[in-house]
């Protein structure tokens, strides 16, 4: 049984606990929190402990999930408890995944221990179907939609934001660059290809001309975007705004044949009820993939590209073959 730790306990890591909780090859031995522990309620009688525990000595655990934000907990908690464990993350701000990998690299190389970063669906699934797409139809154009749904990360950037008490942001693909794509276009600028529904709580006296300026200027988050802010109640935020539904579709059109006479398309789609609770899943299965690579003696970071797609399933070698293949 592979003993898994759960690294914060919000949406990604309820639905990572979901997913450690119907593997029949893994154990959930604690949930870390930053919160008091007796307000934190898992399933079961899984045991609840101050992340500060993983520092002070070590955790039973043969990997992490960790399950906080990109915007300023996982840059800092992922190379930290790297040292120490292995561990998986799901660090999604894109322009900043080179400089995450080096510093997770380097500890966990110091540390003798495995990473795998930016798991989940985008960066995750969808970034081995851009690579797939690439490496078959060389001859191509493509590229990624997301959404209709809620952003986890984004949401949880405008939540950092002074003055905002609660948040969702929805992505929506632009119809019309997506059918140009499917077509063979190319050369949108992200602009073109979505738009950001922004719904905030505001925090009792808090200026909400200068919260939605912090919105739609964030970079890397909402100043490439057509961006529209609205202010609600709680009340409005929890009846309208409580399910987190996501998905979106990556596509890649190309030419092959000697003349480039025969068109292709490669299109993976995800339509998703719960965005945390397949997110969870993903983690799970990246952390067994962590666990396997470290039990071969590798060390260091790794992302999707660098798995083995059998390590991620439970089933052996063999049957994979015999019923997959």
């Known amino acids: 049984m592979i003993r898994v730790g759960i690294v914060g306990y919000g949406n990604v890591g309820r639905g990572a606990e979901a997913a450690v909780l119907q593997s029949k090859d893994m154990v959930l031995t604690g949930v870390f929190t930053r919160r008091s522990p007796e307000s934190v309620r898992p399933q079961g009688d899984t045991p609840v402990l101050p992340v500060s525990r993983l520092m002070e000595r070590g955790a039973d655990v043969d990997v992490l999930l960790l399950c906080g934000g990109s915007a300023t907990d996982l840059p800092a908690q992922t190379p930290e408890l790297a040292q120490r464990y292995c561990v998986v993350d799901t660090f999604d701000t894109h322009a900043r995944i080179p400089e995450h990998f080096a510093r ?48 986890q990360g984004h949401s949880d950037a405008v939540r950092r934001i002074e003055g905002v008490a609660d948040a969702r942001q929805y992505t929506i693909p632009v119809q019309k660059t997506v059918n140009a794509v499917r077509r063979g276009e190319s050369g949108f600028t992200a602009r073109q290809k979505h738009t950001r529904e922004v719904y905030v709580v505001l925090q009792e006296g808090a200026d909400p001309q200068r919260v939605a300026r912090d919105i739609i200027t964030m970079p890397n988050y909402f100043d490439e975007y057509d961006t529209t802010v609205h202010f609600i109640s709680a009340e409005e935020m929890a009846v309208e705004h409580s399910a987190m539904p996501h998905g979106g579709f990556v596509i890649r059109s190309g030419k092959l044949g000697p003349a480039h006479q025969y068109d292709s398309l490669m299109e993976f789609k995800l339509e998703l009820s719960s965005n945390p609770m397949f997110t969870g899943a993903v983690m799970a299965a990246f952390g067994r993939a962590c666990y396997g690579l470290h039990a071969r003696g590798k060390t260091g970071c790794f992302t999707v590209f660098d798995v083995p797609l059998g390590l991620l399933s439970p089933v052996p070698a063999d049957e994979i073959r015999s019923k997959l293949l």
Request: proline share 6%.
């Open 104 to 151: 997770v690299d380097a500890a966990a190389k110091a540390g003798g221990t495995a990473a795998i970063i930016s798991t989940g669906w985008d960066p995750g699934l969808f970034s081995l179907m851009r690579l797939l797409g690439t490496a078959i139809l060389p001859d191509g154009t493509g590229d990624t939609f997301w959404g209709p749904g809620v952003s």
